[in-house]
Structures are given as C-alpha cells and as structure tokens.
C-alpha cells in the first residue's frame, strides 16, 4: 500500500443518492471496508405498526446489501443504538447479527460504546450503541488488543451522528488489521466517520440522501494535523534543536479525549465512585498518550533502540489498585529507563522531544493514581505516594519527590517504604553538600531495615564514602 504510505491528502467524495442504489451502480473494489450507521425508524419511515415492520424488513435488508457489497478482503462495521417502539425495545445488534447470519458472515468483534456515562438514566434510545464487524472473508486473529467497551463515544457534530472516538477506534481498526485503503459509508449523514478516516490517512466515500447532510460531509474537518497516519508520514531531514513532538492524528484525537475527561473529572463531586471511576479512565488515557509519543520517538528515530515505557511506572500501581487492572502493564522486557541524559542525547531532537512528553503524561498519570488512592482508600496511600516521589525523582523533581516522601515518614518509619524515602533524603542532602544532614538520614535508613535492605542501605552508604553509620 505505498500510496497510503506516501499521500499526505486522503481524498473524500460525497455522493447525494440512495445508498442501496449507489451500491447495485458501483461494484466494490479491492481494499474497500464499510463503516456506517443505518438510518434509524424515525428517519422517513413513518409510524404505526405498519412502519415499523416495514423498517425492521428494511434494515436488516440494508445491512444483507451492505455486507454482500464489501470484497472478502474487506470488512463492514456498524455502529447502531437500540431504540423503543411502543413499550418493546428494539435491539439493532440482533437485527445486524441476523443479517450477517443471512449473509454467512463472520463476527470478528462486537463492543459496546458508552453514549453516556454508566448508570444514567435514559428514556427512548439506549445510553450505549453497539459496533459490529463482519467480514465474508477468512477471520483472522487480531495482531493488537482493543477494549471491548468504549467509555465514550468522542465528539459528537450532531444527534445521530457517530462520536469521533467510536470512530477513530473502527478506523484503527481498519489500519491496524486490514489492507483497507477507502472507507465507505452508504448512509454517511454529516460525515464523521468519512472525516476520522481521512485524517488517518484513508480515503473516504460517502452517499447521502439530504443534499444539506451531504454540503456538511463535504466541509468536515476533524481538526487533526497535517500528518496522514501515525508513523508512516516521512519526518523531515532536519528538525531544529528545539523541534516540539510532531503533531498527528493520533494524538490530537487522544488529547482531545483527554482533555474531555479532565473536564468530566473535575467537575465530578470530590471523594465520589464516579469521580474516582472517571479519574481511573483520565490516567488509562494519559498512558495511552504516553505510549502513543514513544511510538512515535522510534518512528521517527528507526535507528536508535526502541523507547518502551519508563520502567515502574504503571506495573507497582496496578499492583496496589485491582480496580486499575485494565491499564496495559509493559512486559519485563520492554522496561527500559531512558530519562538519562546520555540515552536521550543520543536521540534526534524529534525523538527527543516525544520522549520527554511521553514521561510528562506518564507522570501526571502516576501523580493522579497517586491522589486517587489516597483519597478514595482504595490502596495503601503510602505506597502510592512513594511512587509518585520515585518517578518525580526520575524526573529530576527533586523538590517535590521530597514532599511526598515526607508525607510517607509521617505515616510510619519502620519499613521499607521509609528506607526508601530516608535514602532519598540522603542522596539529595548529599548533593546539596550537606553531609552531616545527609549521614544521619543514612543512619535512620539503617534503623528502619533489617535483612538484605539493611546490607543494601550500608553499601549505599559506602558507596557514597558516608562513615560512621550505626549498624554498618
């Protein structure tokens, strides 16, 4: 697919027609998946019984279409809302799974997109949509792990439109799995899904019957950089020395879901489930923007070793907080500390720069978990304020490290927990020239260990040609 590597423009046509029509004139072509929402009762079909069988009839009829139309070697995903008619809810997933049944399609996943936040009450149209994807070819094993259950929809451009992160993730998708270069929606309405495509890199048709819908699908932008798709754009030759992390789709649509569950977060009431469910999904998300800038670092810098995540950063925290079990915990090997200055000189200026936002997300992360745990007792706070202090320490943050890991002696000072805060103490009471001060934070080090730490806290002392420490 060197064209999807190379073009920096996706190219999108809007056609104003009939969907099913459009699709009996124009024969799929290969590298072609659908992503589409099918129209809705209320959409020009009328009312009563009489409608509503003959909608029923209608869609699944549609959907049979639309899947026929895809080649085998692409793949049709709907994104539907279930409604009620008359008091009897009306389940758009089993109307689209029978259509694939009809059709002897493969499900190759079914999630669920969360319209509104878990537990609101709703009336008329569910507060989640389901997003089916089929194919008529070979099912193949996924080559990356996907969330089955997305907690928002993303940025809506009207009632029925899908939410640009329900997007983005089909999109993803579609990059990730498939060799799909056009992403088409039959019943595009204003043109979301065709915009979030192209902004990451794919081409884009839709067909729309409203002639008003099809002028708003055409001026879409999803506001994204000028880069076609994460990693395959070429990265200039010469970036200046103080170049910041370049700007790609990916991360616009992760900052923008960022920033809307800051807000979200923020204004939940403090010391609440909800605030602290909403704080959990904000600190999943900043790793997610973490990772997504190291992936960019190697993308941008193929010569250098690759740039995994900061070692100790997410796996201790995991391990303290069961409800934070989803957050992707890096394998041993991937651990690897590239905060030195000596690894991250060696990087190009570009890599550079994404390396040090990766660890400023990945920190505020850290930080946020932290105070969620301290607030919400879900863990031991010591523990998680530790932490905080390790990597604010690895971050060079010396002075605020410093608070943390007083608050952390206050509590207590006879584990390890305050072995580790009292060398702290020392090391920087030591760089600050201040050796007295420093000998007896390694004199209380000492006393709070016993076994193997109290070895390591001698030789630590040692080391650092610290005498006269009781006990060593």
Not at 229 to 252: D, F, R, Y
Not at 259 to 274: C, F, I, S, V
Not at 346 to 374: G, Q
Request: glycine share 8%.
């Amino acid at each position: 697919m060197p064209d999807r590597l190379t073009r920096l423009e996706p190219r999108r046509r809007i056609i104003h027609g009939d969907a099913l029509a459009w699709m009996d004139a124009n024969e799929a072509e290969e590298g072609t998946s659908v992503i589409t929402s099918l129209p809705d009762l209320s959409e020009g079909f009328g009312s009563g019984a009489p409608a509503f069988e003959r909608w029923r009839d209608w869609f699944v009829g549609a959907a049979r279409r639309v899947l026929r139309w895809v080649p085998p070697s692409g793949v049709a995903i709907f994104f539907q809302s279930d409604i009620r008619k008359a008091g009897t809810w009306v389940d758009k997933g089993y109307l689209v799974m029978r259509a694939g049944e009809e059709e002897s399609a493969s499900l190759l996943w079914h999630k669920i997109v969360c319209r509104k936040p878990a537990g609101t009450l709703s009336l008329g149209r569910a507060s989640y949509s389901h997003m089916l994807c089929f194919t008529r070819g070979a099912p193949s094993v996924p080559t990356r792990l996907a969330a089955d259950v997305l907690p928002d929809a993303g940025a809506m451009g009207w009632s029925r439109a899908m939410g640009v992160e329900a997007c983005r993730a089909a999109c993803r998708f579609l990059v990730d799995e498939t060799a799909t270069r056009t992403v088409v929606d039959p019943f595009c309405g204003k043109g979301t899904a065709l915009a979030v495509a192209n902004a990451m890199g794919l081409d884009a048709i839709g067909v729309e019957l409203s002639a008003k819908r099809c002028r708003a699908a055409r001026a879409l932008v999803v506001t994204l950089a000028a880069l076609a798709l994460a990693g395959c754009a070429p990265v200039p030759a010469a970036p200046p020395a103080s170049a910041p992390p370049i700007e790609v789709p990916m991360l616009a649509l992760q900052r923008d879901h960022v920033r809307r569950l800051r807000d979200a977060e923020a204004a939940a009431k403090r010391g609440t489930p909800e605030r602290y469910a909403l704080a959990r999904r904000l600190a999943g998300a900043l790793l997610d923007l973490s990772a997504e800038h190291r992936r960019l670092a190697v993308a941008s810098d193929p010569k250098a070793a690759s740039l995994p995540a900061p070692p100790d950063l997410r796996a201790p925290q995991v391990d303290r907080d069961p409800n934070a079990a989803e957050l992707d915990v890096p394998s041993e090997g991937e651990r690897r500390d590239l905060r030195d200055e000596a690894s991250l000189a060696a990087l190009s200026p570009v890599a550079r720069a994404h390396v040090r936002e990766a660890d400023r997300h990945a920190l505020d992360a850290c930080v946020l978990l932290a105070e969620v745990a301290h607030v919400h007792g879900v863990s031991d706070w010591r523990a998680s304020f530790a932490l905080r202090a390790r990597v604010l320490a690895e971050l060079g943050q010396r002075h605020e490290a410093a608070g943390d890991f007083y608050a952390v002696l206050k509590a207590g000072d006879r584990d390890a927990l305050a072995v580790e805060a009292w060398l702290f103490f020392a090391t920087k009471l030591l760089a600050d020239g201040r050796s007295n001060e420093a000998r007896e934070a390694f004199i209380k080090a000492r006393a709070a260990a016993d076994g193997e730490l109290a070895g390591a806290v001698c030789a630590k002392a040692s080391g650092a040609g610290v005498e006269g420490v009781e006990g060593c």
